[in-house]
């Protein structure tokens, strides 16, 4: 991408966020003279920021997978609305209903990426919605499986064609920004795609991945 420098620029500086809470933590604790109570906070405070650390680092390391065509795995026939259950769980959110119109197809993929892949639309959905539950739609297309994710009343869904194509300078999960790239990147690896598109105040989101043989 031609603004690459900036971006780099950007993902150092919000990969040293995190590092001096840590540090500060630190220094306090073993300088001692603290009570129980903020010697349990300080802890707190290491905890939170070294998994949004490992969070940062993890993503990134995910998407120079997919600079390097090395994210997919083994491959089996996957029920995506079983997988949206379990994203839903490593989410934290309530997983939305699903109108399976698809006659109980399939996909070919990838069963961790594609929770990841469904993991990252629902925190997305979460976020833009303030909780509200969007409109999930299974449908058999061709030779895919298309689910859309109807999302009413979706602030900012006048950014769409800027979505899936850069990272986010206001990242939905306070991360480097990448997530909504790598998720079109499992897609794309699956032989599949994810796009976006707007009307008016609704947003949806459309993933489409090979149905699996047989």
Known sequence: ?????????????????????????????RNGGLDAERQAELVDVIDRQTRQL???????????RASQHRLIGHRESCDLASLLDAAAVGAGVQAPPVDDRS?????????????????????????????????????????????DWEM???????????????????PFDGGLGLQLLLARAIA??????????AAGEV???RCELPLAEG
Not at 54 to 64: F, K, P, S, T
Not at 152 to 170: I, M, S
């Open 103 to 147: 006659g109980d197809a399939q996909v070919d993929g990838d069963p961790q990426r594609l929770v990841q892949l469904l993991r990252i639309l629902l925190s997305f959905a979460n976020a833009l919605c303030h909780g509200a539950t969007p409109a999930v739609i299974l449908v058999r297309a061709d030779r895919r499986l298309r689910m």
């Open 152 to 170: 009413a009343g979706a602030a900012g869904a006048e950014n769409v064609d800027d979505l899936f194509t850069r990272p986010q300078h206001d």
């Open 54 to 64: 490992a969070r940062m680092i993890d993503e990134l390391g995910d998407w120079l």
């Open 188 to 197: 794309q690896a699956h032989g599949g795609q994810l796009e976006a598109m």
């Open 203 to 205: 947003l949806r989101l």
């Open 1 to 29: 991408m031609s603004d690459e420098p900036a971006w780099l620029d950007r993902i150092a500086h919000d990969l040293r966020g995190p590092l001096m809470p840590l540090q500060t933590a630190a220094y306090l604790l």
